[in-house]
């Protein structure tokens, strides 16, 4: 994958129906975006987003109509579904689209999880899971590209003698979806780059370091790894109304605690009646100044990130990216 600085669209299944997803997609980089990244959502966080289309599905849309990059980001590979079948899944669609795919992986949220009805682990649980999950994965894409069978009897997951039979010639980049130091650092040693989401920079510094450190220890070079950083943000043509798509819109963007054992999206939406305006503070910029919203993501670039995919949480979709396209993202230097 290209360590050229890219800003792609971050197509939010959960608030658009697939096929308006895809155009905006297509839209966005018809004015210098360039990547999609969707998440692997079974239920929106509130019913007011209203949709969650399968990723899977919209990607391989997306293949069609872009010439850009793209990735679930980010899928499960340990609970709804094996990690032989998002192997699979990731396979398929980089053998369609060559040098072009992702694949995206995180630890779960019972939000989308919890759905097959299965015994729901703590945070150290999911962890060990995900990284097994990975080791799988990573297994039938060596074994799968030589032209073998491979098998596999873990801690959690079992795997009989089988192999991918449609296998690009290169396997997808595996990148992980982490903000805490532990994972970071088993990022850098098992995968092949990280994704993060906006966070305080120095929260971001520490992340980098465990990465590298992880890295280091696996024998590569962490500056050559991709390192891809989602942004939330509410842009509109008053602060009032970024404000309001803000609260009706994104309500989990302000809410300060974990959320990965939260099982619905009615439960998120009593808990977003308690959302106040600064509680965004710090967590999302929220401003008609497209300047206040290029100089935020300066920052992070200057923080060493590569692969951004911006998502503006307002229906106002079209406006937000002719205007981005135009004011913002040229303006950004590395």
Known sequence: MSRDLTFGYAAMLEQFAPGEAVELTALAEEHGFSGCMAADHFQPWVPQQGQ?????????AVGERT???????????SFRFHPALIAQAAATLESMYPGRSWLGVGSGEALNEH?????WPEAGERSRRMFEAIEVINKLFTASAAGKDIKHDGEFFKLE????????EKAPPILVATAGPINAKKTGKFADGIITVGAPLEKIEGLFAKFADG???????????????????SWAHTDEQALTNAMTEWPNGGM???????????DFEQMAKLVRP??????MVI??????HRAYIQRFVDLGFDRVYLHNVGRNQKEWIETFGRDVLPKITR
């Open 161 to 168: 003698t089988t192999r991918l039979w449609t296998m690009p």
């Open 52 to 60: 969650a289309s399968f990723v899977w599905s919209v990607l391989a």
């Open 287 to 292: 401003s008609a100044d497209p300047d206040v």
């Open 215 to 233: 890295a280091k220890e696996a024998g590569k070079d962490p500056d050559s790894m991709p390192k891809v950083l989602q942004l939330h943000m």
């Open 278 to 283: 600064e509680d965004f503070e710090g967590r």
């Open 256 to 266: 300060k605690f974990p959320k990965a054992d939260i099982r619905s999206p009615l």
């Open 115 to 119: 759905i097959i009805a299965g015994y």
């Open 67 to 77: 010439a850009g990059d793209f990735g679930p980001g980010v899928t499960c590979p």
